[in-house]
């Protein structure tokens, strides 16, 4: 019979409820909808341990706006360039 240990630098007395983990909490909820077993370990870490998670989380966040934001630039040049090569929009 194996006994899974969890590493002693990420165990520690746990939390009561993951909300102070916004970003975390989301993005295993939207990738683990239907298994809520992750909440349950989650519980038991370090609140430090999860905190540095739910940063890493919300540091992704704000990149992908800045990709969102740099895409919708983008195809405002692209639509620009596009209409300054073929005329304006309603033939002139």
Known sequence: MTIL????NEVGDGVE??????????EFSR?????EVWKEK???LREDKLRK?????GFLKVE??????KKAELI???IMEVIRET???NGV
């Open 42 to 44: 989650m519980m038991a």
């Open 31 to 35: 990738v683990l909808p239907e298994n």
């Open 64 to 69: 992908e706006a800045k990709l969102v934001a």
């Open 53 to 57: 998670m739910d940063q890493e989380w």
């Open 17 to 26: 409820n993951l909300a102070n983990f916004p970003y975390l909490v989301t």
């Open 5 to 8: 240990r969890k590493k002693k």
């Open 76 to 78: 405002q040049q692209q």
């Open 87 to 89: 005329g304006s929009a």
